[in-house]
């Protein structure tokens, strides 16, 4: 009997401590993550509750003809040419267009800069802004990065 105890019973015994400790050492560990999710899930609602309307404008599905429209409230003539689409990035759809348009005063494309802020979606406008004079009209070109983020599916 003594035998058999030390055999298999006292074996089993430190067995069974070591398997205890890490399953203790496991559920500290699963509780600790718990409370950090709970902690990130809600700093990312504020966030996100903080940020709504930037959210949105990049939820907005662009479209060319939409801004052509919204453009064409500041310009004479709007010209995009698309450069390219950028889609290899995880969450975001970049289209990048040349603009060319025409306008009698400078005032115009000054307004237009100021209200792109107002456009539906994310727009950026990119460095140079060629500008040159053409008879009584501005001809002004510059290059422009429509951002939107990626549906589920993973189209635009």
């Known amino acids: 009997v003594l035998a058999f105890?030390?055999?298999f019973v006292i074996?089993?015994?430190k067995g069974y401590q070591s398997v205890k400790a890490e399953y203790s050492f496991n559920t500290k560990q699963h509780k600790s993550l718990?409370?950090?999710q709970k902690d990130l899930t809600a700093k990312l609602a504020l966030v996100k509750n903080d940020n709504r309307e930037?959210?949105?404008r990049f939820s907005h599905k662009f479209d060319v003809k939409e801004f052509e429209m919204f453009s064409k409230k500041y310009f004479d003539d709007v010209k995009l040419t698309k450069i390219n689409s950028d889609t290899n990035s995880s969450a975001l759809n970049i289209y990048q267009f040349s603009a060319d348009i025409r306008s009698k005063n400078p005032k115009q494309f000054y307004s237009f800069i100021k209200e792109i802020d107002k456009y539906k979606g994310v727009?950026?406008?990119?460095f140079p802004i060629k500008i040159n004079s053409q008879n009584e009209t501005l001809k002004?070109?510059?290059?422009?990065?429509?951002?939107?983020?990626?549906?589920k599916s993973g189209k635009k």
């Open 5 to 7: 105890v030390f055999l």
């Open 11 to 13: 074996p089993g015994i």
């Open 34 to 36: 718990q409370i950090e």
């Open 54 to 56: 930037i959210i949105d």
């Open 123 to 126: 727009a950026k406008i990119n």
């Open 140 to 151: 002004i070109n510059f290059h422009l990065s429509i951002y939107s983020m990626m549906t």
